[in-house]
Protein backbone atom coordinates (compact mmCIF):
# COMPACT_ATOMS: atom_id res chain seq x y z
CA UNK A 1 0.00 0.00 0.00
CA UNK A 2 1.07 3.68 -0.82
CA UNK A 3 1.69 6.21 1.44
CA UNK A 4 -1.11 8.88 -0.13
CA UNK A 5 -1.20 11.78 2.51
CA UNK A 6 -4.41 14.22 2.24
CA UNK A 7 -3.66 17.14 1.01
CA UNK A 8 -3.26 19.34 3.78
CA UNK A 9 -0.80 17.25 5.36
CA UNK A 10 1.35 16.93 1.83
CA UNK A 11 4.39 19.53 2.11
CA UNK A 12 7.10 18.58 -0.29
CA UNK A 13 5.66 18.71 -3.42
CA UNK A 14 7.23 17.99 -7.09
CA UNK A 15 6.98 19.71 -10.34
CA UNK A 16 5.52 22.83 -8.56
CA UNK A 17 8.12 25.81 -9.58
CA UNK A 18 5.92 27.42 -12.15
CA UNK A 19 2.58 27.51 -9.86
CA UNK A 20 5.51 28.65 -6.87
CA UNK A 21 6.81 31.39 -9.28
CA UNK A 22 3.27 32.58 -10.18
CA UNK A 23 2.09 33.08 -6.54
CA UNK A 24 5.15 34.43 -4.95
CA UNK A 25 5.42 37.19 -8.07
CA UNK A 26 2.20 38.28 -6.81
CA UNK A 27 2.64 38.29 -3.46
CA UNK A 28 5.69 40.19 -4.10
CA UNK A 29 4.48 42.47 -6.24
CA UNK A 30 1.36 43.37 -3.81
CA UNK A 31 -0.95 42.05 -6.80
CA UNK A 32 -2.25 38.70 -5.32
CA UNK A 33 -5.50 38.23 -6.93
CA UNK A 34 -8.30 37.42 -4.85
CA UNK A 35 -9.65 34.02 -6.88
CA UNK A 36 -7.11 31.25 -8.03
CA UNK A 37 -8.69 29.05 -10.20
CA UNK A 38 -6.29 25.75 -9.50
CA UNK A 39 -6.87 23.81 -13.20
CA UNK A 40 -5.38 20.52 -13.91
CA UNK A 41 -5.74 16.12 -14.46
CA UNK A 42 -6.93 14.94 -11.30
CA UNK A 43 -4.21 13.44 -8.77
CA UNK A 44 -1.35 16.49 -10.32
CA UNK A 45 -1.37 17.95 -6.68
CA UNK A 46 -3.62 20.68 -7.06
CA UNK A 47 -5.42 20.85 -3.73
CA UNK A 48 -1.88 20.15 -2.30
CA UNK A 49 -0.79 23.57 -3.54
CA UNK A 50 -4.19 24.93 -2.57
CA UNK A 51 -2.82 24.24 1.42
CA UNK A 52 0.77 25.06 0.29
CA UNK A 53 -1.00 28.83 -0.54
CA UNK A 54 -2.69 29.18 2.53
CA UNK A 55 -0.27 28.11 5.07
CA UNK A 56 2.02 30.51 3.72
CA UNK A 57 -1.06 33.18 3.72
CA UNK A 58 -1.85 32.33 7.30
CA UNK A 59 1.46 33.17 8.43
CA UNK A 60 3.41 29.72 7.93
CA UNK A 61 7.36 29.61 8.42
CA UNK A 62 8.93 29.26 5.42
CA UNK A 63 11.08 26.08 4.33
CA UNK A 64 13.15 26.98 1.63
CA UNK A 65 14.28 23.29 1.37
CA UNK A 66 10.49 22.25 0.21
CA UNK A 67 10.34 24.85 -2.59
CA UNK A 68 9.64 28.81 -2.87
CA UNK A 69 6.61 28.58 -0.89
CA UNK A 70 7.54 25.49 1.19
CA UNK A 71 6.17 25.64 4.91
CA UNK A 72 7.46 24.21 8.05
CA UNK A 73 5.62 21.67 8.51
CA UNK A 74 6.01 21.73 12.47
CA UNK A 75 4.97 25.53 12.74
CA UNK A 76 2.18 26.26 14.46
CA UNK A 77 0.06 27.63 11.69
CA UNK A 78 0.92 24.46 9.99
CA UNK A 79 -0.53 22.35 12.56
CA UNK A 80 -3.65 24.22 12.94
CA UNK A 81 -4.26 23.66 9.25
CA UNK A 82 -3.42 19.87 9.52
CA UNK A 83 -5.73 19.56 12.65
CA UNK A 84 -8.28 21.54 10.52
CA UNK A 85 -8.41 24.32 13.60
CA UNK A 86 -7.31 27.52 12.02
CA UNK A 87 -10.02 29.94 12.64
CA UNK A 88 -9.03 31.47 9.20
CA UNK A 89 -9.19 28.92 7.20
CA UNK A 90 -12.22 27.49 5.63
CA UNK A 91 -12.63 24.46 3.29
CA UNK A 92 -16.03 23.64 1.30
CA UNK A 93 -15.63 19.85 -0.01
CA UNK A 94 -17.41 16.97 -0.69
CA UNK A 95 -16.48 15.58 2.84
CA UNK A 96 -16.95 11.99 3.57
CA UNK A 97 -20.04 10.74 5.91
CA UNK A 98 -20.41 7.63 7.20
CA UNK A 99 -18.25 5.94 4.87
CA UNK A 100 -19.85 7.85 1.58
CA UNK A 101 -18.71 11.04 -0.29
CA UNK A 102 -21.59 13.09 -0.61
CA UNK A 103 -22.69 13.64 -4.22
CA UNK A 104 -22.07 17.99 -4.46
CA UNK A 105 -21.04 20.75 -2.22
CA UNK A 106 -24.47 21.73 -0.65
CA UNK A 107 -25.40 25.72 -1.25
CA UNK A 108 -25.98 26.38 2.46
CA UNK A 109 -21.82 25.74 3.17
CA UNK A 110 -21.27 27.97 0.11
CA UNK A 111 -23.55 30.53 1.65
CA UNK A 112 -21.32 30.72 4.55
CA UNK A 113 -18.74 32.20 2.48
CA UNK A 114 -19.76 35.99 2.57
CA UNK A 115 -20.04 35.46 6.48
CA UNK A 116 -16.60 33.71 7.33
CA UNK A 117 -15.00 36.79 4.82
CA UNK A 118 -16.89 39.57 6.39
CA UNK A 119 -14.94 38.75 9.77
CA UNK A 120 -11.01 39.99 10.63
CA UNK A 121 -8.31 37.26 10.43
CA UNK A 122 -7.82 36.26 13.80
CA UNK A 123 -3.84 35.77 13.33
CA UNK A 124 -2.28 37.32 10.32
CA UNK A 125 -3.13 39.16 7.21
CA UNK A 126 -5.76 36.85 5.31
CA UNK A 127 -8.58 34.75 5.46
CA UNK A 128 -8.33 32.20 3.00
CA UNK A 129 -11.16 29.71 1.35
CA UNK A 130 -10.48 26.24 -0.67
CA UNK A 131 -13.12 24.51 -2.85
CA UNK A 132 -11.65 21.09 -3.36
CA UNK A 133 -13.30 20.71 -5.84
CA UNK A 134 -15.37 23.40 -7.84
CA UNK A 135 -16.53 20.93 -9.74
CA UNK A 136 -18.43 19.21 -6.72
CA UNK A 137 -20.53 22.22 -6.30
CA UNK A 138 -24.44 21.98 -6.85
CA UNK A 139 -26.02 24.53 -9.16
CA UNK A 140 -27.04 26.87 -6.13
CA UNK A 141 -24.06 26.43 -4.46
CA UNK A 142 -21.99 27.51 -7.71
CA UNK A 143 -24.35 30.47 -7.90
CA UNK A 144 -23.65 31.71 -4.23
CA UNK A 145 -19.58 31.64 -4.65
CA UNK A 146 -20.01 33.59 -7.81
CA UNK A 147 -21.83 36.08 -5.44
CA UNK A 148 -19.28 36.30 -2.93
CA UNK A 149 -16.33 36.64 -5.95
CA UNK A 150 -18.53 39.67 -7.24
CA UNK A 151 -17.69 41.18 -4.19
CA UNK A 152 -14.31 40.82 -3.85
CA UNK A 153 -13.04 40.51 0.33
CA UNK A 154 -10.78 42.96 1.38
CA UNK A 155 -8.32 40.41 3.51
CA UNK A 156 -9.55 37.54 1.60
CA UNK A 157 -8.36 34.74 -0.57
CA UNK A 158 -10.57 32.55 -2.83
CA UNK A 159 -8.78 28.90 -4.15
CA UNK A 160 -10.54 26.63 -6.05
CA UNK A 161 -9.62 23.35 -7.09
CA UNK A 162 -10.83 22.04 -10.74
CA UNK A 163 -10.60 19.24 -12.52
CA UNK A 164 -12.93 20.19 -15.42
CA UNK A 165 -12.94 23.42 -15.77
CA UNK A 166 -14.74 24.03 -19.08
CA UNK A 167 -18.05 22.62 -16.76
CA UNK A 168 -17.79 25.61 -14.29
CA UNK A 169 -19.81 29.10 -14.81
CA UNK A 170 -18.26 30.91 -17.65
CA UNK A 171 -18.62 34.09 -15.03
CA UNK A 172 -17.00 32.05 -12.02
CA UNK A 173 -14.04 31.59 -14.36
CA UNK A 174 -13.82 34.78 -15.41
CA UNK A 175 -13.67 36.65 -12.21
CA UNK A 176 -10.54 34.01 -10.97
CA UNK A 177 -6.77 34.27 -11.99
CA UNK A 178 -6.49 30.55 -13.77
CA UNK A 179 -3.39 28.89 -12.81
CA UNK A 180 -2.81 25.14 -14.82
CA UNK A 181 -0.91 22.39 -13.51
CA UNK A 182 0.42 19.51 -15.46
CA UNK A 183 1.14 16.09 -14.52
CA UNK A 184 5.40 15.17 -14.31
CA UNK A 185 7.09 13.83 -17.12
CA UNK A 186 6.55 10.33 -16.75
CA UNK A 187 10.08 9.19 -16.05
CA UNK A 188 10.14 11.48 -13.40
CA UNK A 189 7.13 10.04 -11.42
CA UNK A 190 8.31 6.72 -12.42
CA UNK A 191 11.56 6.94 -10.39
CA UNK A 192 9.53 8.94 -7.51
CA UNK A 193 7.19 5.84 -7.41
CA UNK A 194 9.78 3.37 -7.77
CA UNK A 195 11.60 4.83 -4.38
CA UNK A 196 8.52 5.45 -2.62
CA UNK A 197 6.91 1.82 -3.13
CA UNK A 198 9.60 -0.18 -4.11
CA UNK A 199 7.93 -1.21 -7.12
CA UNK A 200 10.10 -2.11 -10.44
CA UNK A 201 11.06 -0.07 -13.37
CA UNK A 202 8.33 -1.21 -15.67
CA UNK A 203 5.63 -1.07 -12.99
CA UNK A 204 6.42 1.96 -11.95
CA UNK A 205 6.61 3.68 -15.88
CA UNK A 206 2.78 1.85 -15.95
CA UNK A 207 1.67 3.41 -13.24
CA UNK A 208 2.87 6.49 -14.52
CA UNK A 209 1.13 6.61 -17.78
CA UNK A 210 -1.71 5.62 -15.61
CA UNK A 211 -1.61 8.67 -13.63
CA UNK A 212 -0.88 10.74 -16.77
CA UNK A 213 1.91 12.39 -14.09
CA UNK A 214 0.01 12.80 -11.62
CA UNK A 215 1.80 11.75 -8.18
CA UNK A 216 -1.47 11.64 -6.05
CA UNK A 217 -3.59 9.64 -8.72
CA UNK A 218 -0.28 7.73 -8.49
CA UNK A 219 -0.46 6.46 -5.20
CA UNK A 220 -4.20 6.49 -5.53
CA UNK A 221 -4.29 3.99 -8.19
CA UNK A 222 -1.70 2.28 -6.31
CA UNK A 223 -3.39 1.64 -2.96
CA UNK A 224 -6.49 0.21 -5.75
CA UNK A 225 -4.57 -2.25 -7.03
CA UNK A 226 -4.74 -0.62 -10.66
CA UNK A 227 -1.39 -2.95 -11.82
CA UNK A 228 -3.37 -5.82 -11.63
CA UNK A 229 -6.85 -4.30 -12.69
CA UNK A 230 -4.91 -3.08 -16.17
CA UNK A 231 -3.20 -7.08 -16.37
CA UNK A 232 -6.87 -7.94 -16.28
CA UNK A 233 -8.03 -5.36 -18.64
CA UNK A 234 -5.40 -6.58 -20.98
CA UNK A 235 -5.64 -10.23 -20.89
CA UNK A 236 -9.74 -9.89 -22.10
CA UNK A 237 -8.95 -7.96 -25.09
CA UNK A 238 -6.63 -10.07 -26.51
CA UNK A 239 -7.88 -12.62 -25.58
CA UNK A 240 -10.90 -11.60 -27.66
CA UNK A 241 -13.39 -13.14 -29.30
CA UNK A 242 -12.57 -16.54 -27.17
CA UNK A 243 -12.10 -15.88 -23.41
CA UNK A 244 -11.89 -18.46 -20.48
CA UNK A 245 -15.14 -18.35 -18.93
CA UNK A 246 -13.87 -20.18 -15.75
CA UNK A 247 -11.90 -17.10 -15.37
CA UNK A 248 -14.44 -14.55 -16.46
CA UNK A 249 -16.82 -15.79 -13.45
CA UNK A 250 -14.11 -15.93 -11.10
CA UNK A 251 -13.51 -12.03 -11.45
CA UNK A 252 -17.19 -11.47 -11.44
CA UNK A 253 -17.50 -13.35 -8.18
CA UNK A 254 -14.33 -10.75 -7.25
CA UNK A 255 -16.91 -8.02 -7.83
CA UNK A 256 -18.93 -8.67 -4.82
CA UNK A 257 -18.64 -6.41 -1.85
CA UNK A 258 -16.76 -2.99 -0.85
CA UNK A 259 -13.65 -4.14 -1.93
CA UNK A 260 -15.11 -5.78 -5.36
CA UNK A 261 -16.92 -2.18 -5.86
CA UNK A 262 -13.39 -0.58 -5.81
CA UNK A 263 -12.05 -3.55 -8.31
CA UNK A 264 -15.09 -3.66 -10.45
CA UNK A 265 -14.78 0.10 -11.17
CA UNK A 266 -10.40 -0.46 -11.78
CA UNK A 267 -11.11 -3.09 -14.30
CA UNK A 268 -13.64 -0.86 -16.35
CA UNK A 269 -11.30 2.25 -15.84
CA UNK A 270 -8.32 0.07 -17.46
CA UNK A 271 -10.76 -1.90 -20.00
CA UNK A 272 -11.52 2.00 -21.63
CA UNK A 273 -8.05 3.25 -20.86
CA UNK A 274 -6.75 0.90 -23.17
CA UNK A 275 -9.43 0.89 -25.92
CA UNK A 276 -8.71 4.52 -26.10
CA UNK A 277 -5.15 3.68 -26.29
CA UNK A 278 -6.17 0.98 -28.95
CA UNK A 279 -8.33 3.55 -30.93
CA UNK A 280 -5.21 5.56 -31.17
CA UNK A 281 -3.34 3.45 -32.40
CA UNK A 282 -5.52 2.33 -35.03
CA UNK A 283 -6.32 5.66 -36.28
CA UNK A 284 -2.05 7.01 -36.11
CA UNK A 285 -2.05 3.49 -38.21
CA UNK A 286 -4.31 4.20 -40.80
CA UNK A 287 -6.87 1.59 -39.34
CA UNK A 288 -10.18 2.99 -39.48
CA UNK A 289 -12.45 0.43 -40.36
CA UNK A 290 -13.73 -0.34 -36.90
CA UNK A 291 -12.63 2.95 -34.60
CA UNK A 292 -16.62 3.40 -35.10
CA UNK A 293 -17.16 0.15 -32.98
CA UNK A 294 -14.48 0.42 -30.40
CA UNK A 295 -15.81 4.20 -29.73
CA UNK A 296 -19.29 3.15 -29.16
CA UNK A 297 -17.77 0.25 -27.15
CA UNK A 298 -16.33 2.77 -25.25
CA UNK A 299 -18.51 5.01 -24.80
CA UNK A 300 -21.58 2.42 -23.16
CA UNK A 301 -18.67 0.56 -20.85
CA UNK A 302 -17.94 4.48 -19.31
CA UNK A 303 -22.01 4.65 -19.19
CA UNK A 304 -22.48 0.79 -17.78
CA UNK A 305 -19.71 1.12 -15.53
CA UNK A 306 -21.12 4.70 -13.94
CA UNK A 307 -24.75 3.46 -14.25
CA UNK A 308 -24.02 -0.27 -12.05
CA UNK A 309 -22.03 1.91 -9.13
CA UNK A 310 -24.75 4.96 -9.30
CA UNK A 311 -28.30 2.40 -9.54
CA UNK A 312 -26.68 -0.17 -7.44
CA UNK A 313 -27.11 -2.71 -10.33
CA UNK A 314 -25.38 -6.44 -9.76
CA UNK A 315 -22.17 -5.84 -11.30
CA UNK A 316 -21.77 -9.28 -12.33
CA UNK A 317 -24.74 -8.68 -15.12
CA UNK A 318 -22.69 -5.46 -15.78
CA UNK A 319 -19.15 -7.33 -16.36
CA UNK A 320 -21.38 -10.27 -18.61
CA UNK A 321 -22.87 -7.44 -20.56
CA UNK A 322 -19.48 -5.32 -21.45
CA UNK A 323 -18.01 -9.16 -22.25
CA UNK A 324 -21.04 -9.41 -25.06
CA UNK A 325 -20.13 -5.86 -26.47
CA UNK A 326 -16.32 -6.78 -26.46
CA UNK A 327 -16.99 -10.06 -28.40
CA UNK A 328 -19.38 -7.91 -30.90
CA UNK A 329 -16.67 -5.33 -31.92
CA UNK A 330 -14.11 -7.86 -32.04
CA UNK A 331 -15.45 -9.93 -34.22
Excluded at 15 to 34: C, F, K, T
Excluded at 218 to 240: F, H, K, S
Excluded at 250 to 272: H, I, K
Amino acid sequence: MSDLAHPRDSFALLGMEGPDHAVADALNRGRLHHAWLLTGPEGVGKASFAYRIARRLLGAAADPALGLLGSQSGHPVSRLISARAHPDLMVLERAVEDGKARKSIPVDEARALPGFFSQSPASGPYRVAIIDAADDLNTNAANAVLKTLEEPPACGVLLLVSHAPGRLLPTLRSRCRTLAFTGLEARALADDLQARLGLDSEDSLRLAHMARGGLGRALQLANMDALAADDTARGLLTGLPKLDEAALLALADSFRGAAGGVRFAMVFERLNDQIHAMALRDSAAGRTNRLDRWSQVWSNLAELAADTEALNLDRADALWTAVAQLRAAAA
